[in-house]
């Protein structure tokens, strides 16, 4: 949760309601402080699940070689970058853009599609 324009703000909604009750100029401001969780929020999301793939290789790098970790943050390029600056909503497209293949599985997808679906479900 965050304050803007003395209001707490937790979603999308919430400050639809504040920017209907202040002066249009006050929107962008409102909208820039959503992106003071956003943006976080995503990078530390990014760590997840680069620590994650990262500690698999390392654990059992004959069935999970760290060209697996590279071959994924490939796959993902998109949604990295669009998590890296907050943009839930753009990386929620991109996901669902991305092929399943190879060291990409389909239970790795879906753990991070979901997760992606569940935040802008919430936050948005």
């Known amino acids: 949760m965050i304050s803007v324009l003395g209001n707490s703000i ?35 999301y990014i760590k997840q699940i680069t620590a994650e793939m990262v500690s698999l290789s390392m654990n059992d790098p004959v069935n999970h070689p760290f060209e697996d970790v590279l071959f994924i943050e490939t796959k993902l390029d998109k949604v990295i970058q669009k998590l890296s600056i907050g943009h839930w909503s753009s990386a929620k497209s991109e996901i669902a853009l991305v092929t399943v293949e190879g060291a990409l599985t389909q239970d790795i997808y879906d753990g991070i599609s979901s997760y992606i679906n569940n935040y802008v479900d919430n936050n948005y």
Request: hydrophobic share 25%.
């Open 10 to 44: 937790n979603d999308e909604s919430s400050l639809d309601n504040v920017v209907a009750q202040h002066d249009p100029s006050d929107t962008i401001s409102a909208i820039k402080g959503l992106y003071d969780k956003y943006v976080p929020d995503g990078q530390d």
